[in-house]
């Protein structure tokens, strides 16, 4: 089994990575929106492709087979970091999990409460600021290196995964299209099915990925956003394994000497050894956790393909501030919502939980520093500019509200790095 420190370890480094690609991507979209490609550009995301699958019918375009096929892997990623780190990480304890929670929280009704205020006749935008982009978030305190008090990044993590729980349960209840509801019934029935494969102890991935792809489609035809699906077959994938340790430990070391007994002088492998391999390689899978390899091997899918590519699709805009004025009130709301709702929720809530003795702070944290995470949870960027579509159709309101979240993103950006930085020079 993966040490919980060491994964955590190695998805803070993949997620920093990927929030320079994302960076590139995003600049690279909004270089190409605004030279003469501009229109071809528009055209090849807004290319429509089909499919039928028995009676229901799909048909998107390119832009909305990423947002909701693709997508649905980078949620499915985000449901497994969920249920890891509810079972084993920094959410797995009520003393842990109680400071992040309540920081996610108010990082999530402030901002939301901050739109509304600008737009009490139009709020169906609110998820807008209420989203953390994590990988850009921790690629800032990555790029900041040693100067970062290490307990952030676990802080950092734990506050956007139940920041991501609470995205999901936005997009899954507020964000719908018409609901159909005869197909209920089939995305439950295989929905138990799923749910069978874990009570029956089946740690091979493969029934459940295709099954998955079966709730997607349901879960599509509903009419529920369709990246639903990739959270609830994450909650349904085992963590347990199918091995013990110790006997993984035994066998190994057992093929070992066996592998090691069969050395000869031929310079390939001989049947004996190949067949210790094939032992080794047989227990390798069976010792390893589902859940955790899941998560390893769409993390790498997620973080250098799916959200580069979302990035890309979708962050290309005209420069063109006539339609910011057009929808001013939408656009402060998002960016009142990202760079002041943000750093006031997250502090606000768990400095007057703090006082109020419902939870306690973590004594390697300070109150600054909790203000500089609050700022850096203002970056909504790509979970932003996602919920973004979902909120509107409007291309107008689309392009003044992505021109929103950048523009607040970075001043959020600026301003946690400086309180980093400052809190660090305190200490």
């Known amino acids: 089994m993966m040490h919980p420190l060491i994964t955590l370890e190695k998805f803070i480094n993949k997620e920093a990575l990927s929030g320079v690609l994302l960076f590139i ?57 969920i249920k890891r780190e509810m079972l084993i990480g920094e959410l797995s304890s009520v003393s842990k999990a109680s400071f992040p929670i309540v920081a996610a929280i108010g990082g999530m009704v402030i901002p939301a409460l901050v739109y509304v205020a600008f737009n009490p006749n139009n709020p169906l935008g ?41 995205a999901v349960l936005v997009v899954a209840t507020v964000y719908t299209s018409d609901i159909q509801s005869q197909y209920f019934v089939h995305a439950g029935i295989i929905y138990g099915i799923i749910w069978l494969l874990n009570i029956k102890g089946v740690t091979k991935l493969l029934p459940y990925l295709i099954l998955g792809i079966a709730l997607w489609i349901y879960i599509h035809a509903i009419g529920i956003h369709a990246t639903i699906a990739g959270v609830l077959l994450a909650f349904a994938i085992p963590i347990r394994s199918f091995m013990d340790e110790r006997k993984f430990i035994k066998d190994t070391k057992r093929d070992v000497k066996d592998f090691e007994k069969h050395i000869d002088e031929i310079p390939i492998l001989n049947h004996h050894q190949i067949d210790s391999l094939e032992n080794i390689a047989h227990n390798y899978d069976k010792v390893q956790n589902p859940l955790v390899r899941l998560e390893h091997n769409l993390h790498g ?82 979970m932003s500019i996602f919920i973004t579509h979902l909120a509107f159709l409007d291309e107008d309101i689309i392009a003044a509200v992505k021109l929103g979240v950048f523009a607040a993103s970075f001043v959020a950006a600026v301003i946690g790095v400086f ?3 400052n809190a660090k020079k305190a200490a």
């Open 301 to 382: 899918l997620s973080a250098f393909i799916i959200m580069p590519l979302f990035a890309f699709s979708n962050a290309g805009v005209m420069i063109d501030f006539s339609t910011v004025n057009a929808n001013l009130m939408i656009v402060l709301g998002v960016v009142a919502g990202l760079v002041i709702g943000k750093p006031i929720g997250i502090l606000g809530f768990t400095y007057l939980a703090t006082k109020l003795k419902i939870i306690k702070k973590p004594e390697n944290i300070s109150w600054n520093e909790v203000l500089a995470v609050g700022f850096l949870g203002g970056i909504g960027f790509t």
């Open 25 to 81: 991507a995003t600049v690279a979209a909004v270089i190409v929106a605004n030279s003469s490609l501009g229109q071809a550009y528009y055209d090849l995301w807004h290319m429509p492709l089909g499919m039928n699958i028995g009676n229901i019918e799909m048909s998107m375009t390119l832009t909305y087979w990423i947002d909701d096929a693709l997508m649905a892997l980078f949620f499915l990623m985000v449901g497994l970091e």
């Open 419 to 421: 309180l980093i930085l």
């Open 126 to 166: 609110f998820g807008i600021p209420m989203a953390t982009d994590i990988a850009f978030a921790l690629g800032i305190l990555m790029l900041l290196g040693t100067r970062v008090n290490p307990a952030l990044k676990l802080f950092l993590v734990a506050l956007a995964v139940v920041d991501d729980l609470g």
